[in-house]
């Protein structure tokens, strides 16, 4: 089997379902392999799925991050591409300099407060919705209003524009999976970027007015009185890339995670008060369940990576989820070991682009996660569940569960 069987048997719906076979059938060739016959006009020339390749790659500021053509033309790509997530230095140098002061350790300690209050409220609903061994959507009444209401409160969005902000963020979503160039999903991404835009000038406007405590406004003193290197239209574009990206994560961190965990009772029974335990736990759902399963990166100047040609400008997908599970940094690849020492997983991604959200979404997951068990330490699946069908942001949407917060 070539490498072009294998990303067709990805994209089929069992490898969107199950891709880690398929990742288990990269290590088998190379921890990087040319692509054969690759389309015509395509700038794709190679896959890698083993760590070390993708971790140096991540490394290296000079691979970049090269601009579809017609970018222009679309409202979702100018977006993308006058924020940090998706540009290069020296810009990306400068607008990622503004956001780094936000994600400081003292912020990071207010907000612990908060999480706590957020994980406990949810945890209440879901006892009212689970009474009598009642059936619960853990993503619906857990995993996505969580990190949600979280980030809301963090970054200043009204708990009530929420519902109406998730379904823009789920058009976002669909358009960046490799299927997701439809007319009809670009249409709705640009919608929805033309929506958030507007959102985000009222809300700036607003704030303006009345200031608050949150991140917003802070921000908007600092662009008002000069001291930031961005323009208005900039820091709406990285208010939209960031709440995106620092919370869907977080989703799926949970819900992905919960299946995995619930299948080890031993590590459901010793969570609670174990905050070691807690960290290992979400750092193996992040290796083992990446949210994020693909990057590329075009290459700076004609090279070589593990001994495959790569000229100038050609892209390399780097499989993150198949770093993750690569057999030669992780022995055993495919069993949960909250106790698994080694490499770093690159869920969140290293080097120049690494998750400015990660330290948050990961403070969630170590609150959160003990709290859950203890309230619901028989916590149970009721239905079958499947995933996204998205290979760049994969996860679970529904999750069916008893819950009926009852004391043990």
Known sequence: MDVGQILTGLYSEQGRQNPYPWYAALHEQAPISALPNRPAQSTLTAVAGGYDVVDQVLRDPAWYKGAPPGWQ????????????????????????????KTFTPRRL??????????????????????????????????????PALVMAEFIGLPEADLAWYRQRVDWIDEYMDVAGKTPERVARANQAAEELRAYYRDLIAHRRR??????????????DAGGMELTEEELISNLIVLFNASFVTTVYMFSNGLPLLLARPDLVAALPGDDALARGCVDEILRMESPVHFLARSAPYDTELGGVPVKQDEDVLLLIAAANRDPARFPDPDRFDPHRTGPPSLAFGVGLHFCLGSAVSKLEGRLALPRLFARFPDLAVTQPYTYSGSLFLRGIDKLFVTADGREH
């Open 210 to 223: 009345q200031p608050g405590e949150e991140l917003i406004s802070g921000l908007v003193e600092v662009l």
């Open 73 to 100: 033309e679309q409202e979702i790509l100018r977006t993308f591409l006058s924020s940090m997530m998706f540009i290069n230095p020296p810009d990306h140098t400068r607008m990622r300099a503004v956001f780094a």
């Open 109 to 146: 300690g207010a907000l612990e407060p908060v999480i706590v209050r957020i994980v406990e409220e949810r945890l209440d609903r879901m006892a009212e919705a689970g009474a009598d061994g009642g059936e619960v959507d853990f993503v619906a009444d857990f995993a996505y209003p969580v």
